[in-house]
């Protein structure tokens, strides 16, 4: 049962926190000919993104869960709330859903992935709100010209990158390759 909450107040609950982001592997630019380096890290306190991003060839570095082995079913939320500490940065979640038999999703080749751009602070942890309305569907950065919705019920991976694209299609403006640490330390869903 959901508790009754004052109108300014947000139900959260965890999903993953802490010591929960210990099997999340990284995942860069070299699986396309790039030369970033960055590892994933994870503490009792959460996951740790550090490295060194090269533009050329690439320009992305991540940490992405594995495939659940159970989907998450969010169906009842309206988004995602993720804590991360960016250095200003302006990142990327991307969220990988389980396809359906009947899915517009089958007629592409390689899976697609719904994104939002997450812009973080300076300094301290950045509380960012991602609903589920505002992710875009794509394929390696490009944007899916297919009329396609996302689908909450089927949720079977998180990803998150910094890259120099930001939206499908576009360029993330604050990009700046170089040395990068991001520390998240929880996902969350809000209703």
């Known amino acids: 049962m959901i508790p009754d909450l004052h109108p300014t107040e947000i139900a959260i609950t965890p999903l993953i926190q802490g010591s929960e982001f210990s099997d ?15 590892s ?28 659940f082995d159970k989907p998450f079913n969010l169906s009842r939320y309206s988004g995602l709330i993720i804590d991360v500490e960016g250095e200003g940065r302006t990142l990327k979640f991307a969220i990988a859903c389980e396809k359906k038999p009947l899915s517009l999703s089958n007629l592409l080749k390689g899976d697609i992935r719904w994104v939002a751009s997450i812009p973080t602070n300076k300094k301290g942890v950045s509380r960012i709100k991602v609903p589920f309305k505002n992710l875009e569907p794509a ?53």
């Open 24 to 38: 999340w592997k990284s995942l860069n630019d070299t699986i396309m000919g790039g030369s970033s380096r960055a």
């Open 40 to 67: 994933c890290r994870s503490s009792d306190k959460g996951l740790f993104l550090e490295g060194n991003l090269v533009e050329e060839g690439g320009g992305f570095v991540s940490c992405r869960s594995p495939i």
């Open 139 to 191: 394929r390696r950065a490009k944007p899916v010209r297919l009329p396609l919705r996302f689908d909450p019920t089927c949720i079977n991976r998180f990803q998150l990158l910094y890259s120099k694209f930001g939206q499908p299609g576009k360029i993330n403006s604050g990009f700046s390759p170089g040395p990068i640490k991001v520390f998240i330390n929880s996902i969350s869903a809000y209703l």
